[in-house]
Every structure is written in structure tokens, then in C-alpha cells.
């Protein structure tokens, strides 16, 4: 069984800037693509990043040149830098591991912008 589990979600002001971590444990973390999810009220899940076991990248056009997303493989880690939020960037944030052992998602951490 994978467990993810996402943390540095809050309220920050427009422009300002938070980091999202996402922890996975009980899987060879490794063989997994990692991504991150959003999720605002009304509104479907929509991929943010992704990131895949070589460290290849791709984005969203929405978070292009602000969001960066990593992985620490030795951590059983994946990041999201979040830099220049925008009030539209609110949403709830998942963190996803996909490989062919499986699909899993974690519970979400809170992101809010204000204006």
C-alpha cells in the first residue's frame, strides 16, 4: 500500500510564494512519475506539473515560469515551488504517483491566494 502525504499548503498574499512537499512511503519511490493535482471549488482536478523517474518535467500553461516541481528520490520526496501566486492559483493540491504497480493520491494540503 502507497501513502502520500502532501504538507506546506496555506494563505499567502498575491505574489508571494510556498513550497509543497509531498512524502511517499511503503513503495520503491523511484519507479514512480510523480505529479500535482489542483482542485478549486466547482471546478474539475487539473493537472499543475509532473515529473518522471529520469526527471523530465512538463506544466500546465497556467504555471508556467512560476511553479517548479523536483523530486529527491533518497527523501522519497516531490516538490512544488510555488513563486508570483495569483489569486486563481487557490485551490486544493494532490499530490499523484503513478507507475504500472499502480495510481495513488494523496489527501490534498490547501493552498489560498488573497488579493
Known amino acids: 500500500q502507497v501513502q502520500l502525504v502532501e504538507s506546506g499548503g496555506g494563505l499567502v498574499q498575491a505574489g508571494g510564494s510556498l513550497r509543497l512537499s509531498c512524502v511517499a512511503r511503503?513503495?520503491?519511490?523511484?519507479?514512480?512519475?510523480m505529479g500535482w493535482y489542483r482542485q478549486s471549488p466547482g471546478k474539475q482536478r487539473e493537472s499543475v506539473a509532473r515529473?518522471?523517474?529520469?526527471?523530465?518535467?512538463n506544466y500546465a500553461d497556467s504555471v508556467k515560469g512560476r511553479f517548479t516541481i523536483s523530486r529527491d528520490n533518497a527523501k522519497n520526496t516531490v516538490y512544488l515551488e510555488m513563486n508570483s501566486l495569483k489569486p486563481e492559483d487557490t485551490a486544493v493540491y494532490y499530490c499523484n504517483a503513478d507507475a504500472y504497480l499502480g495510481n495513488y493520491w494523496g489527501r490534498g494540503t490547501q493552498v489560498t491566494v488573497s488579493s
Open positions: 515529473i518522471t523517474t529520469d526527471g523530465s518535467t
Open positions: 511503503g513503495t520503491l519511490f523511484g519507479l514512480y512519475a
